[in-house]
């Protein structure tokens, strides 16, 4: 079966950077765009980027964009998602989430979460 | 970026009760809709997709309808497991957008 799992929880200093995996089984890893979604404590969700295993190209949000980056491994079927120059504001839960069916942007199976704490 | 605003904030409800939840985009969306319920502390869970499609184990309780830029999410004969925030979303065009929620609490 699909399933998407993510690495564990961080903490990071404001300024630095963090990395979260993302690491997919139970299917085709380069047909499905994986994407990254958001969740400060107690709002919303907010999409971050998304990124196209096969041939590795990566569509960010203009909030973004310039501090983010997402890559990936086929041989392992893990994507990573980097965030840089963090903030308070970017303490979060951050998803990754492939899609339903190819391309679509319809956000089908999620990765459990990865809580990304920000404080000095 | 089109806009998705979600209908109420919260509310609270009966377990036996139906309820209905709706979500509106700024602008026309054809079906290109998904609604997903996520309890406190997990990821949400895909319920529906293409504004009525019934996800792969969802129960039939759960319904979707709605096209262009008014959509509904009914759920029937509420039971306590069914408490938590729903979220809906677009994926007519990037970026993907989501509603601000709707909390379902069980009275």
């Known amino acids: 079966q699909v399933q998407v799992v993510q690495s564990g929880a961080e903490v990071q200093k404001p300024g630095a950077s963090v990395k979260v995996s993302c690491k997919a089984s139970g299917y085709s890893f380069i047909t499905y765009y994986i994407h990254w979604v958001r969740q400060a404590p107690g709002q919303g969700l907010e999409w971050m980027g998304m990124?196209?295993?096969?041939?590795?190209?990566?569509v960010y949000a203009p909030k973004f964009q310039g501090r983010v980056t997402m890559t990936g491994d086929t041989s392992t079927s893990t994507v990573y998602m980097e965030l840089s120059s963090l903030r308070s504001e970017d303490t979060a839960v951050y998803f990754c989430?492939?899609?339903?069916?190819?391309?679509?942007?319809?956000?089908?199976?999620w990765g459990q979460g990865t809580l990304v704490t920000v404080s000095s | 970026d089109i806009q998705m605003t979600q209908s109420p904030s919260s509310l609270s409800a009966s377990v036996g009760d139906r309820v209905t939840i709706t979500c509106r985009a700024s602008?026309?969306?054809?079906?290109?809709l998904a609604w997903f319920q996520q309890k406190p502390g997990k990821a949400p869970k895909s319920l529906i997709y293409?504004?009525?499609s019934l996800q792969s184990g969802v129960p039939s309780k759960f319904s979707g309808s709605g096209s262009g830029t008014d959509f509904t999410l009914t759920i029937s004969s509420l039971q306590p497991e069914d408490f938590g925030t729903y979220f809906c979303?677009?994926?007519?065009?990037?970026?993907?957008?989501f509603g601000q929620g709707t909390k379902l609490e069980i009275k």
């Open positions: 602008q026309g969306i054809s079906n290109h």
């Open positions: 990124f196209n295993p096969s041939g590795g190209n990566t």
């Open positions: 293409a504004a009525s």
């Open positions: 989430s492939r899609d339903l069916w190819d391309s679509s942007g319809c956000l089908g199976f």
């Open positions: 979303q677009q994926y007519k065009s990037y970026p993907p957008t």
